[in-house]
Antibody, heavy 119, light 110 residues
Framework: EVQLVESGGGLVQPGGSLRLSCAASGFTFSSYWMSWVRQAPGKGLEWVANINQDRSQKYYVDSLKGRFTISRDNAKNSLYLQMNSLRAEDTAVYYC????????????WGQGTLVTVSS | QSVLTQPPSASGTPGQRVTISCSGSSSNIGRNYVYWYQHLPGTAPKLLIYWNNQRPSGVPDRFSGSKSGTSASLAISGLRSEDEAHYYCAGWDGSLSGVVFGGGTKLTVL
């Protein structure tokens, strides 16, 4: 069974850092582009970043460049999102998703992990 | 303000046909594929349409997508109560070098 399972969410103070993980199973993780997509409370979906199979290509939404870093470890079938200098507006459910290219052809999604930035 | 523009809401009665529009520009819809997602609260989004008008296996043929110029549409025929959800269009924007989503359309089945 194809599965993506996010972890690492929780409550963090403004200015703090958090590292999200996404564990993949049931498919050849190293063959797929991977993305992070978030949804703030009461808001729509917002793409955060994606990374290609060999980590040579990474794209970020302009508003988050410099604060968030996407990475992956194909040996561990895992995707990561390092989030620094967190702000209240980063509060959201964060989903990981797999795709065949840089385009939003997201065939598989995780269940999401909630990040709450609050003092 | 989303790069792709969708109406915030749409509605229909069971059995009706509804369409949801998605307006973009030459840097996204105009030269790249359009994708559509269905999102129910508390669940993961589900891919409904890829490459403008293709349905993944398991998606009913009641759902169809189309694209013309810098706009796209999702049509749902034979509306059912379980179709009540949020719908999002998405695509790649070459000028932004990133994925863009529409603001989402909440579909209500009356």
């Amino acid at each position: 069974e194809v599965q993506l399972v996010e972890s690492g969410g929780g409550l963090v103070q403004p200015g703090g850092s958090l590292r999200l993980s996404c564990a993949a199973s049931g498919f050849t993780f190293s063959s797929y582009w991977m993305s992070w997509v978030r949804q703030a409370p009461g808001k729509g979906l917002e793409w955060v970043a994606n990374i290609n199979q060999d980590r040579s290509q990474k794209y970020y939404v302009d508003s988050l460049k410099g604060r968030f870093t996407i990475s992956r470890d194909n040996a561990k079938n895992s995707l990561y999102l390092q989030m620094n200098s967190l702000r209240a507006e980063d509060t959201a459910v964060y989903y990981c998703a797999s795709g065949i290219s840089w385009e939003p052809y997201f065939q598989q999604w995780g269940q999401g992990t909630l990040v709450t930035v609050s003092s | 303000q989303s790069v792709l523009t969708q109406p915030p809401s749409a509605s229909g009665t069971p059995g009706q046909r509804v369409t949801i529009s998605c307006s973009g520009s030459s840097s996204n819809i105009g030269r790249n594929y359009v994708y559509w997602y269905q999102h129910l609260p508390g669940t993961a989004p589900k891919l409904l349409i890829y490459w403008n008008n293709q349905r993944p296996s398991g998606v009913p043929d009641r759902f169809s997508g189309s694209k013309s110029g810098t706009s796209a549409s999702l049509a749902i025929s034979g509306l059912r109560s379980e179709d009540e959800a949020h719908y999002y269009c998405a695509g790649w924007d070459g000028s932004l070098s990133g994925v863009v989503f529409g603001g989402g359309t909440k579909l209500t089945v009356l």
